[in-house]
């Protein structure tokens, strides 16, 4: 289980202050992480550039007697081509429960873009400056406005350590993110990882891809049917690093009770259908499902970095 208060992250190990970080990581792939709120305590922090599983966690969300409560789980794998994980998960739920119920939880998958270079560092970074930003960000303002100008800032981080740096020129990463406070979720998103809703035995994809293909069928110069295939789905035309100012897609909507909300990188969709993915996710251990989806797609091929951050959303009982 993981305790309130706790952060949770793939590949790295050491804690992060609360200012913004505005250097490279240290050598040997270790980067900087989330620092609690003054008075939390000390993140506990998954680490590894292999396979990465996290042991599920549950979140409260703020409501009274009948507050929804959230399970998470998580895996990452390098696949079975690439020679090192570019992928990148995240997620903070607030040990106070006022500050939990002022910020709710915040969860998110970064995937280095393939041929650009240092695209794990890209990841990293984008992922703990979401943090960062979203949680040090005033109570004032309304979450999914602290989550928009959280993705500002991170992509102007992104875009300027690349610019800084001759080993991290033009770094570029995906970005996407699932926030859930109270009874509501607000996803911000840019790229192509995906977030898919699993309701009622049903997948259903939220997110709208950020690629070229995607970009075709909008245009009406691809068949739906032609966009798994075509050579463009993983050519991206909107990407944190690409250029300082970025707009995230919004979405909102509401929770249910049973609900599962599957962050997945690009790369495990190569392999699994959204029926197999929904599948997998509601069965009744997240943990075994999502581990049970890294290692299908590792088994019809793996061409890729694969990551699958998945959250369920159940119904307490008693007083929160």
């Known amino acids: 289980m993981v305790p309130l208060g ?14 913004p970080v505005a250097h490279p990581p240290a050598r040997g792939g270790r980067h900087p992480e989330l620092a609690p709120p003054r008075g939390g305590r000390a993140p506990a922090v998954a680490k590894g550039h292999r396979s990465t599983s996290t042991p599920s966690g549950v979140g409260v969300g703020p409501g009274g007697v009948k507050a929804l409560r959230w399970k998470v789980a998580a895996a ?3 696949g079975r081509v690439r020679a090192r ?17 002022e910020y709710g939880s915040l969860f998110c998958v970064a995937d280095g873009v393939g041929g650009h270079t240092a695209g794990e560092v890209a990841s990293a970074e984008a992922a703990n400056v979401l943090l960062q930003e979203y949680y040090f960000a005033p109570p004032r303002r309304r979450p999914p406005d602290r989550l928009r100008a959280a993705f500002s800032r991170v992509a102007v981080h992104v875009f ?21 406070r109270g009874g509501r979720y607000w996803i911000a998103h840019v790229g192509d990882a995906k977030c898919y809703q699993v309701r009622a035995g049903s997948a259903r994809q939220l997110t709208r891809d950020h690629s070229l293909a995607a970009q075709m069928r909008g245009l009406g110069l691809l068949r739906a049917e032609d966009v798994g295939r075509h ?7 909107r990407s944190v690093g690409a250029d300082p100012l970025v707009r995230p897609d919004m979405v909102a909507g509401v929770l249910q009770p049973g609900d599962v909300y599957a962050l997945v990188t690009d790369g495990m969709m190569d392999y699994l259908s959204a029926e197999e993915l929904g599948g997998l996710m509601a069965g009744a251990d997240l943990e075994m499902g999502v581990q049970e989806a890294v290692d299908l797609a590792n088994t019809r091929g ?17 007083p929160v």
């Open 160 to 180: 300027t350590l690349g610019d800084a740096h001759a080993d991290f020129h033009n770094m570029q990463t995906t970005l996407t993110a699932l926030l859930l």
């Open 302 to 318: 793996g061409g890729d970095n694969l990551t699958v951050l998945a959250v369920r959303v159940d119904a307490g009982a008693g």
């Open 231 to 237: 050579p463009g789905r993983h050519v991206l035309v």
């Open 6 to 19: 706790t952060l949770r992250s793939s590949r790295t190990s050491r804690p992060m202050d609360r200012t």
């Open 85 to 101: 994980n570019e992928d990148f998960y995240a997620y903070y739920t607030p040990g106070d429960p006022r500050r939990a119920e």
């Open 76 to 78: 990452s794998d390098r």
